[in-house]
Each structure stands twice: as C-alpha cells, then as structure tokens.
T-cell receptor, first 112, second 114 residues
C-alpha cells in the first residue's frame, strides 16, 4: 500500500482554470504538508496542517487554498491558474513529535 | 530564520569512487539537520538526520554525515558509490519548535557513471 498518495500524477491545464490536487496518507500521521518544487528543483513549503488545523501558511498567493476534510487528507485547490504555477507539487506527512516527513510521488502541474 | 546552502549543484562521480556533498547552514539558534534523497520521478525520502548526541550519523545504505557546529556544516559522504545512488540530494534544516518546518537547500544532483 502506498503510504502517501497524490492524484493526479500529471495535470496539464490552461491559464485561468481552477484545479485541485488530492493527497491521502494511510500512516495515521497527524500533520500534513504541501510543498512546491520549481523547475530548478528548489523545494519550498507552502502549507502545513495538524489534525485539520492550519499551522504553517507561507507567503503563498491566496489563489491557493488547502482543504483538510480529515487528518488523512489534505487537498490543494488552485484558482485562476497562472504560468508561474507550473511546478511539481509534493504532499508529505509526519507523526506528531517527529521531524521525519514522508513524501508522496508528486503531481506535475503544467499551465499553458 | 534558518537557511541552507548546498555548495555543489552537480556532482558527477564514477562508480565505486567516494563522494562528498557539502551543506552549510545559518541560524541564530540551535538546529536539527537532515539529508533527503529524491530518486528520479519519485518523492523525497529521509536519508539521515541529526537531532542531538553523536555528531556523526549514518544511514543503512552506507552514507554518513557529520554535524560540525563551529563550521556550521553537515556534509554528506559515501566512501564508494553505486549506480543506484544517482539521485538528487537535499540538505534541510529545522529549528526545534512546534511546527516542524523544514527549510531545504537547492539540491545536489549526483550522477554515478560506470
């Protein structure tokens, strides 16, 4: 069983569209994260949720809205997509009290 | 705020040769340090971590890293690499706190050739 899964794996869309990326973890972890990896492979945290509560919210445009329906899921919704949103988005999770984060396989978003 | 600098963006190396990936951090407070590995088309995996105790930490696949507080470094080494070690390696730092936030370096691409 995949520990942290993301759907879709690839997403190609046009500017101005709204899209969502889903993330699920079956590890029983309490904290989940979203990261953005740009074309130069630089990885930057976007959001973090602990037990469905937002605990990290970096400087991210408000077009990006995370949603956590339960502690096993953290979805990322993006409104009015822009060319600069093209990147690989990684979901991750960790157990309370642990710095070890488990990453999903990534979603490659291409905005044309 | 803490930050990480990985001094080498690309490191080509021959199989069975040693490799060292350099990582320096800056922080005004004590930190925790990590190395993550990203194999092609996969997510990141924790390779090893330094939280406290012995400054030399080792992974199960032959990598080791040494925390050097005076030089603010956490360099990663392996005495003999395999083709399968070809990957992107990320150094990361975290400040002991309640949010467990990781700040990553820009990554080092290791390409192992036969």
């Amino acid at each position: 069983d995949t520990a942290v899964s993301q759907t879709p794996k690839y997403l190609v869309t046009q500017m101005g569209n709204d899209k969502s990326i889903k993330c699920e973890q079956n590890l029983g972890h309490d904290t989940m994260y979203w990261y953005k990896q740009d074309s130069k492979k630089f990885l930057k945290i976007m959001f973090s949720y602990n037990n469905k509560e937002l605990i990290i919210n970096e400087t991210v445009p408000n077009r990006f809205s995370p949603k956590s329906p339960d502690k096993a899921h953290l979805n990322l919704h993006i409104n009015s997509l822009e060319l600069g949103d093209s990147a690989v988005y990684f979901c991750a999770s960790s157990q309370d009290g642990s710095y070890e984060q488990y990453f999903g396989p990534g979603t490659r978003l291409t905005v044309t | 705020a803490q930050s990480v600098t990985q001094l080498d963006s690309q490191v080509p190396v021959f199989e069975e040769a040693p490799v060292e990936l350099r990582c320096n951090y800056s922080s005004s407070v004590s930190v925790y340090l990590f190395w993550y590995v990203q194999y092609p088309n996969q997510g990141l995996q924790l390779l090893l971590k330094y939280l406290s105790g012995s400054t030399l930490v080792k992974s199960i696949n032959g990598f080791e890293a040494e925390f050097n507080k005076s030089q603010t470094s956490f360099h990663l080494r392996k005495p003999s690499v395999h083709i399968s070690d070809t990957a992107e390696y990320f150094c990361a730092v975290s400040r002991p706190s309640n949010d467990y936030k990781l700040s990553f370096g820009a990554g080092t691409t290791v390409t192992v050739r036969a």
